[in-house]
């Protein structure tokens, strides 16, 4: 058995949780040698039971090491553990970092710099927009978004990174193999053709409450700076801007009408000191002190390119769109383009301030 397998093995065993797994490894030094302790080690290390304690000490019995490896190699997944280079520096500093993830897609080193973008799952139009505006310009420019693959601001981000061309990765809540949102499997294969999705769970874990706040405090840990977009009073993103500040990063959050519930969120995050953002460059400018190579997003107060300068696909979206409103349905059936491929296309072009995406899935050019 390698290292590798060793945290695989101890990451198996039910019960233990991220915390008291670090506490377990951290106790007898090696993901080895805590394999080969007996109960009655275990059961010395403050806040391990009896019970656990014999669960641990009989994992060869309690875990079904390789038919999980078999499953790995069958999802084409690899893992990563704190002492591959790959493995996030950030990350590797913060409270009850993984000492595992699965992998399925591509880390690169240019991911150790990273933005974390998160927001309600029930999102407006309003936080939509915005969050595929700041997530286009974040990815523009060079840096990885990261979020949760969550419906909403969630599923928003990680479009509009894709759409820049840039790079982005999806944190779940549950097995790679239980993938949730179902609904989000196909856009989860363009991520992993773009960057990856990661999960710290079995590959056939499913979802439940408890495996999101988990979930959560490796998209804050991993992130430069975590951007809340849109967020109610009561949200998961909140908790995620907590551990983010536990962590020492900063928290960006974009303001919203004072009378609208999915916007008591984040204007609580900023008048508790947040950094208040409407425009990509706001976080970019930021970051310059830790990122002076970082380029800068488009700004937005640039004029919009020639119409002539699209590609293919663009021009043939540009020329589909009219003066009233069209909906992305129709795009999709006189275009001749995918889905995917209309999706992204119409945010490049909603980046380039040729048209306005409108409620219910319908868009309108504007020259």
């Not at 093995?9 to 805590?34: Q, W």
């Not at 009655?40 to 060869?60: R, V």
């Not at 893992?79 to 500093?93: G, N, S």
Request: with cysteine; glycine share 8%.
């Amino acid at each position: 058995m390698n290292r590798t397998e060793a945290y695989l093995a101890i990451n198996l065993i039910p019960n233990i949780g991220p915390v008291r797994l670090r506490k377990l490894v951290d106790y007898f030094g090696t993901p080895e040698d805590a394999l080969r302790a007996k109960a009655s080690q275990i059961a010395a290390i403050n806040g391990f039971d009896q019970k656990l304690a014999d669960t641990i000490a009989d994992w060869e019995n309690q875990i079904d090491l390789l038919g999980e490896l078999r499953k790995i190699t069958d999802h084409q997944l690899t893992l990563l553990t704190q002492e591959d280079e790959l493995y996030p520096d950030l990350l590797r500093q913060a409270p009850g970092a993984p000492f595992l993830l699965y992998v399925w897609g591509t880390l690169t080193k240019r991911d150790h710099n990273a933005i974390g973008v998160v927001g309600s799952r029930q999102a407006t139009h309003y936080g939509l927009s915005t969050a595929k505006k700041l997530s286009f310009q974040i990815a523009y420019a060079g840096y990885t978004v990261i979020s949760g693959l969550a419906r909403g601001i969630d599923t928003a981000a990680h479009e509009a990174a894709l759409a820049a061309k840039g790079r982005t990765i999806a944190v779940i809540g549950s097995g790679i193999g239980k993938l949730y949102p179902p609904e989000n499997q196909a856009l989860a294969e363009r991520i992993a053709e773009n960057g990856a999705v990661i999960s710290e769970y079995p590959v056939d874990r499913l979802a439940d409450k408890q495996t999101f706040p988990y979930r959560n405090r490796i998209v804050a840990g991993w992130s430069n700076g975590l951007l809340v977009v849109e967020a109610p009073g009561r949200s998961g993103s909140l908790i995620t801007a907590q551990q983010a500040v536990e962590t020492g990063r900063t928290v960006y959050a974009v303001p919203g009408p004072i009378d609208k519930p999915t916007s008591l969120g984040c204007n609580r995050l900023i008048q508790q000191g947040a950094k208040l953002v409407v425009d990509g460059n706001d976080i970019l400018d930021d970051l310059m002190t830790l990122f002076p190579t970082a380029p800068q997003a488009p700004k937005t107060e640039q004029p919009p390119p020639p119409v002539t300068d699209l590609s293919l696909d663009e021009k043939i979206l540009y020329d589909a769109l009219g003066t009233d409103e069209t909906h992305i349905d129709d795009l999709i059936a006189h275009s001749g383009l995918t889905p995917a491929t209309v999706s992204a296309t119409l945010m490049r072009l909603e980046m380039k301030r040729l048209l306005k995406p409108l409620p219910g899935r319908r868009y309108v050019r504007l020259i």
